[in-house]
């Protein structure tokens, strides 16, 4: 097999490199100090085409040339041809000579087993995405409709409200009213993992956002349930939605209660690490076992009963978190319950944080009113009207720049929906700032596409009656901008 002795412990009979068993599956090239060529088994020959008698005496790069540092090793064969490569090297003793005893094996078909095994993996992934996509673009289409008729219906039953004095016709309109934003709550979590929802970030203390925030949840929790908090000191400012946040608590909330069927602790703790606001939010609820934990992030994925879940839950969560900037890590072990840790950026804006008013108040000021669907545009001028509010009302766009322009002006806000015929919101926007610059305006809307920019303050869909005079208030009373703008 060639001409050079072997050493007398590794060599067979005739002098050449064993092969056990009778074919091995490894080519063995042994080399001396400098690199080059001793001896070769016959899988050499068999794998790299060159009979025994050509690589003696050649240097080993003939076989397996140097790449880059860490690329990937190859093989080449005679006709030039090229495969990848797993090659290691072991000492050879021998009183006459130091040799080095190279082992090459192809793994063709290992690397090509990863690439199909990544290729089907990548696959997967775009199949989810694109079943994300496709969710969200329907989300977004059924959204607007389904927030207006939400809309009118949570207005309506707030009016109503107000004109009852029968306990249980009270009753009987608030289970109305909670019905309508459980529903309005399940779109914001289709929008909000598909990543479609309106956002308006502004500055926001966190530890004053849960405090206002908590006993709302406590009684969604009910009694058993102690929610205890741990609040660091001095102001947490981040840069978020507040109506999202609120969402990425009540989903946690109910999920903590889920956990503890008997009842137990949950515990919102804040603090700053590394110029992050995390909030952790713990239960001593069952705790989940590590499959579970690994798809715990996933779009519907639950353990809960059929008609218990939808398996959005965890997922808004962190959709709605990074949308923010953030991020989301979960601890949680059986039996040891589980923590939510929820990592936002810090800003320095305290001043800027805004006060929320703790009752929905009116004014006296004009407003433009401008709304396609016509039972939400009597409810909400209604609304505005009894609170002392002048408003003038627009079925579209281009009936609203015509009223804009009648009143040469005189309008102090002009709150409009987003997605209208003839002209959309936004669009309608743009324009009244091109006549003018100091225009306040308020958009409205249940979804709106990721390329458009509102030209103002954005209000998501559907509109409670205190959001609507909070939101009305904040921007008629926001300190105008060097060039006009409030």
Known sequence: MHRRPLPTDVGGADGGLTDTPATAPDALVAIDGTGTIVFINDRTEEL?????????????????????????????????????????????????????????????ERVESEQVARREGLKAQRDRFDRLQSLGRLAGGVAHDFNNLLGVILNYSTLLSRRLTDDLAVADVGQITAAAERAAALTRQLLAFARRDVAYREPLDVNQFIDDFVPELRRTLGEGVDVRLD?????????????????????????????????????????????????????????????????????????????????????????IVTQNGGQVGIVSSPSEGTTVNLSLPRVEAADEVRERSSGAKGGTERLLLVEDEQSLRFVTERILAEHGYEVVTASNGVEALEIFDRYDGAIDLVVTDVVMPLMRGDELGRRLLERQPNVRLLLMSGYVAGDVAPPGRLLEKPVSEADLLRAIREVLDATPDPDGRA
């Open 48 to 108: 790299f085409g060159w009979p025994a008698h050509d690589l003696i005496g050649q240097d080993l790069q003939l076989l397996v040339p140097e790449g880059a540092p860490g690329s990937p090793l190859s093989g080449r064969r005679r006709d030039g041809t090229r495969f990848p490569a797993e090659v290691s090297r072991s000492a050879l003793r021998n009183r006459d000579q130091a040799l080095i005893l190279v082992s090459v094996r192809d793994v063709t």
């Open 231 to 319: 609040l660091a000191d001095g102001q947490l400012v981040v840069l978020a939605d507040r109506q999202q946040l609120e969402q990425v608590l009540h989903n946690l909330g109910i999920n903590s209660r889920d956990a503890m069927p008997a009842g137990g602790v949950l515990t919102i703790t804040t603090r700053v690490v590394s110029g992050q606001v995390v909030v952790a939010v713990a239960d001593t609820g069952v705790g989940m076992e590590p499959e579970i934990l690994a798809r715990a992030l996933e779009p519907f994925f639950t353990t809960k009963p059929p008609g218990s879940g939808t398996g959005l839950g965890l997922a808004t969560v962190f959709g």
